[in-house]
């Protein structure tokens, strides 16, 4: 046998890297970022902060430390749960109560560590729950995690203690209790806690996949069989990264009822539980951060599209199917495919071979958003009184026009599209495999 | 006296109905190993075609339009759709079928909007067929069990007495075998979606005047209908029948009880009191706690026997 | 009399009416090297999965070192100290190299579930872990995804996974299947050194490898044993060859 080859020959985008040091500058300047942003938008000569903005930017981080504790059993343990919501929500009840029990006097707590004691209780409830579900089987599990999500959902309508009924549950975060003296009237003030606690629990998650733990939920996960014959109890691993999995949503949970100051059955519910889905797979569920893309980019459609369409959903659905179906790596996963090519600075090849694909997908996108606008303003807009506004002109539903120019650029669009793909397609393994030959 | 009579045959009518949901599930699930998400969608859409078809031709014609049109929709998924994921695994496809009942579920809720539309018991069976202590037990329940049953009939014919029936039930509990020996299993696959989308719609035409034609119905009757499939067991279609029966009943029966399990504990309820979570649990009356069954049903089965009633291997 | 390393006390496995193994008695010394032929469909493979718990036996007993081990699940067999490769190569393909390793020398290493420890950390884990992979002559892959390796060097590390743990009782499932001449000449030097002072029991078709590495050989056909011993006596077994070969006219 010839002598091994040495690890530089291994072509980049083989190699099975942790990210390198020099690759997280990137969310170092996200996170001051962030940080920074609503000073951006602050109105001087009011005084006051974008409401919006801060609401949106603290949706995204609940939502975001959401996701990636529902990655922590999809994407690293296969684990497929319909029900993650319950985790988040009964941490959010759990914080209400505590936060009632904290202004009682009853619970000396700073407002900061509310949402380690919404861990707490994530991580109670996912060790009764991951004890019932953690033994089962693939579809077994799906199922089983979908029929606590409903009974839990059910019975948060149902009861009046601990839920509060149908009317949920609410309590009051300025509990003068601070570590820092912070009184947490202001929204800016809650948003640097979320950010806080947000970073905190990615960090968190992220140590975790580098763990004993860690790395063998995703052996777990590739086969079953082999870690059993390598020592370990699968359900036992199982069992624990769900639990963990649980752990972290219920900080955002927490986090939820701090900020919202109540919790609903919503906050247990299936439509939660399918966004989980969702958002960390569109953003991408094989890479770490895969989930963080996925949270922002829904929330941000949830907070921008949701007022300018009302099937804003549809095209969250479309999108999910496009990418069950055509890029199950999600979103981060089509990023770090260029990866490999960035480095060896040959991204300039596919410029051209891009904007070749972008015209037909722009008009195909434009055909398709135009058809579902048409048809939803035909059903509910005009009930609803509206006028409908597209691109700037106003348009009569009931005319042909419209409708022709929809089906004609979606159908043609979509028709070139298909042509610029096959292309596209064979320059990208062009382009690849010419890299796998640099480097051998 | 009068309730339970009452309550049997309406248990059974709603476990029919069931049934009709199940069933395709069940064999869609059984064969191809993907739980169809979107299975409760398609009853959805069968439900409003056969509004809009009684609207403009009538509910005959609706009878035959709807289920068809189910069934086309239900060609097309699985050709198109299933197809090109089955190579990305069974996660990819489960997710899927999820991502499409999310857009049905939407699309309908924009097409028709979010109110009930008016989807009527035609007036030929809106009659009451006969009377029992006083209470009329309507036509249209009859006619629903007679369509029930004329499908359970169709679908046991079809799959003891031909051959593409053997092949389907082979399928149903060794599909790798099936497909080993040379038979077309893609076709099969395409077919059985098919027809199972055929039941559902067929389900949605019959069922959407009996209950409420509104987008929330697909959500609602959804998970129970799994609770059935993992209740009966996979590749058993008579365990499938039986759960049907038995969660319809449940959920027919519970309605009409009103104690609790307070009160079936004697007086244990008084002791714990109300004020907390417990306490609440119960003294709250079954009447109220009847959609909770069926989970609660579910998830213990899932506990004790994965393979439920009847089933041939472990869900 | 000391106690064999692995022993098979009538062992049968039914799966439904089909009788697969029917009675098998064997008995491995410590420290052996024993090989289990036999025509395709003898059973080999199903009892190596009766061995290392994969299935559950119909009746009879396995102990591994004096301890009775048919009724535990694989993982606790695994700790007892009984290791086993597959057939179809079965490692973490999305995992490096290096990481498939380091996996399989967790639990021998005391970590457990723990989800506390940071893996880059623990230098004493990740020197083992390369001390290996220079064994297996892979150090070179080390960074590279194991799904990506060559046929030959996936088996290498399916060897190496199977070994990192310190078992003592290794069971090879056909280590060679698939290779070439010179690979096949490589994975049998492999296995000499890396199960050196082990108990090695391995199932093999290459009669070439069978006599290379085996001091003991056992002939399994129709689920029973119809021949143990050495090599020179196996070869001269007359129902041996009759197996293999159709019965011979004299």
Redesign the interface.
């Given at each position: 046998?010839n002598?091994?080859?040495?690890?530089s020959a291994?072509p980049a985008g083989?190699?099975?890297?942790?990210q390198p040091a020099r690759r997280n500058w990137i969310w170092f300047v996200l996170v001051i970022a962030t940080a920074i942003l609503p000073w951006l938008f602050y109105d001087w000569n009011t005084g006051r902060h974008s409401g919006f903005l801060l609401t949106m930017l603290s949706q995204m981080g609940m939502m975001i430390i959401f996701s990636l504790s529902y990655n922590m059993l999809m994407g690293q343990a296969?684990l497929?749960s319909f029900g993650h919501a319950v985790f988040f929500g009964l941490g959010g009840y759990s914080t209400i109560h505590f936060l009632n029990a904290a202004e009682a006097g009853s619970l000396p707590l700073p407002l900061e560590l509310m949402p380690l004691m919404a861990g707490l209780a994530g991580l109670g409830f996912g060790i009764v729950f991951g004890y019932?579900a953690a033994k089962?089987?693939?579809?077994?599990f799906?199922?089983?995690t979908?029929?606590?999500g409903?009974?839990i959902a059910?019975?948060a309508i149902?009861?009046?203690?601990?839920?509060g009924g149908e009317g949920g549950v609410s309590a009051n975060r300025m509990i003068e209790r601070s570590l820092f003296g912070v009184e947490y009237a202001s929204s800016i003030e809650v948003f640097y806690l979320i950010l806080a606690w947000t970073l905190l629990a990615a960090l968190g998650m992220l140590?975790?996949t580098?763990?004993?733990?860690?790395?063998?939920a995703?052996?777990t996960r590739?086969?079953f069989?082999?870690?059993?014959?390598?020592?370990?109890?699968p359900r036992?691993?199982r069992f624990?990264q769900f639990a963990?999995s649980g752990m972290f949503a219920g900080i955002g949970g927490g986090l939820y009822a701090i900020t919202y100051g109540i919790v609903t059955f919503d906050a247990v519910a299936?439509p939660l539980s399918?966004n989980a889905?969702?958002m960390t797979?569109i953003g991408g569920a094989t890479i770490f951060y895969g989930p963080i893309l996925g949270a922002t980019l829904i929330t941000l459609l949830q907070s921008g599209l949701s007022l300018l369409s009302?099937?804003w959903?549809?095209y969250?659905?479309?999108l999910?199917?496009s990418m069950?179906?055509f890029a199950?790596a999600g979103l981060a996963g089509m990023i770090q495919a260029h990866a490999p090519v960035s480095r060896a600075g040959r991204m300039g090849r596919l410029v051209v071979p891009y904007i070749r694909l972008s015209i037909p997908g722009l008009a195909t996108l434009l055909g398709f958003v135009g058809l579902?606008e048409l048809?939803?303003f035909l059903?509910?807009g005009e009930?609803q009184g509206k006028t409908l506004v597209l691109f700037g002109s106003k348009i009569d539903v009931h005319e042909t026009m419209p409708w022709a120019v929809a089906v004609g650029l979606l159908v043609l669009g979509g028709a070139w599209l298909r042509f610029e793909v096959k292309s596209f397609a064979l320059i990208w393994d062009e382009v690849t495999a010419d890299l796998k030959q640099r480097s051998v | 006296m009068e309730i339970v009579l009452i309550s049997l045959l309406n248990g059974f009518v709603y476990g029919m109905l069931l049934f009709m949901l199940a069933s395709g599930l069940t064999l869609i699930f059984s064969m191809m190993g993907v739980l169809n998400f979107a299975h409760a969608g398609i009853y959805m859409i069968g439900a409003y075609v056969a509004f809009e078809v009684s609207r403009m031709v009538g509910f005959w014609p609706a009878l035959i339009i709807a289920p068809l049109v189910c069934a086309a929709i239900g060609a097309a998924i699985e050709v198109w759709g299933l197809r090109r994921t089955h190579h990305n695994g069974h996660i990819a496809e489960l997710l899927f079928t999820f991502g499409l009942f999310f857009i049905i579920e939407r699309g309908v809720q924009m097409v028709w909007g979010m109110l009930p539309v008016p989807y009527r018991v035609p007036t030929a069976l809106d009659f009451p067929l006969f009377n029992l202590y006083g209470i009329n037990f309507p036509a249209y329940r009859g006619f629903m069990l007679l369509i029930a049953g004329g499908m359970l009939l169709s679908i046991w014919l079809l799959l003891t007495r031909t051959r593409i029936g053997l092949i389907i039930q082979a399928s149903l509990t060794h599909p790798n075998m099936v497909s080993s020996l040379g038979h077309n299993v893609p076709r099969v696959f395409t077919m059985v979606f098919a027809g199972g989308c055929f039941l559902a719609g067929l389900a949605g035409v019959i069922g959407g005047n009996y209950q409420v034609t509104e987008p929330s119905m697909a959500a609602a009757l959804g998970p129970i209908v799994f609770v059935v499939v993992v209740f009966g067991g996979l590749g058993s279609l008579a365990g499938c029948f039986i759960a049907s029966i038995i969660v319809g009943m449940l959920q027919t029966f519970a309605v009409v009880v009103d104690f609790s399990l307070s009160d079936l504990l004697g007086g244990l309820g008084d002791w714990i009191g109300t004020k907390n979570l417990l306490g609440e649990i119960l003294a709250v009356p079954v009447s109220r706690i009847g959609p909770l069954l069926p989970y609660a049903m579910m998830v213990l089965m899932l506990l004790f026997r994965p393979r439920g009633l009847m089933g041939t291997r472990d869900t | 009399m000391t106690v064999p390393a692995l022993s098979l006390k009538d062992v049968r496995k039914n799966f439904g009416p089909a009788e697969i193994i029917r009675g098998v008695d064997l008995d491995i010394k410590l420290g052996e090297r024993h090989a289990i032929i036999g025509p395709n469909g003898a059973g080999k493979t199903t009892l190596f999965n009766l061995i290392s718990g994969r299935f559950p036996i119909t009746s009879g007993s396995i102990s591994l070192n004096g301890t009775r081990i048919d009724a535990l699940e694989p993982q606790r067999i695994n700790r007892l100290g009984l290791s086993r490769s597959f057939q179809i190569t079965s490692i973490f393909h999305r995992m490096s190299v290096f990481e498939n390793i380091r996996c399989a020398l967790l639990w021998s290493q005391g970590y457990r579930y723990s989800f506390w420890s940071p893996l880059w950390l623990q230098s004493g884990l990740n020197q083992r872990a390369e001390q290996l992979l220079d064994e297996l002559n892979l150090l070179g892959r080390r960074d590279l995804q194991a799904g990506l390796l060559s046929y030959a060097e996936q088996r290498s590390l399916e060897i190496g996974i199977t070994i990192a743990g310190g078992a003592t009782v290794i069971l090879l499932d056909e280590p060679t299947a698939g290779m070439s001449h010179s690979e096949t000449e490589y994975a049998v030097d492999l296995i000499r050194k890396v199960t050196a002072g082990k108990t090695l029991l391995m199932v093999e078709h290459d009669m070439r490898v069978v006599f290379d590495l085996a001091d003991t050989i056992t002939v399994v056909v129709y689920g029973q044993v119809i021949a143990s011993g050495k090599p020179a006596e196996i070869r001269a077994n007359r129902a041996v060859q009759e197996a293999y070969l159709g019965a011979l006219t004299e």
């Open positions: 046998m002598a091994p080859p040495t690890t291994i083989q190699r099975a890297d942790a296969g497929l019932m089962q089987r693939a579809t077994a799906a199922m089983i979908m029929g606590i409903e009974l059910t019975a149902m009861f009046h203690n601990f839920f140590f975790l580098k763990t004993p733990l860690g790395v063998m995703n052996a590739d086969n069989e082999r870690a059993q014959f390598m020592g370990y109890d036992r691993i624990l963990l299936a399918a889905v969702l797979y009302n099937a959903l549809i969250v659905g479309v999910f199917i069950v179906t199950p579902v048809s939803s059903t509910i009930a | - | -």
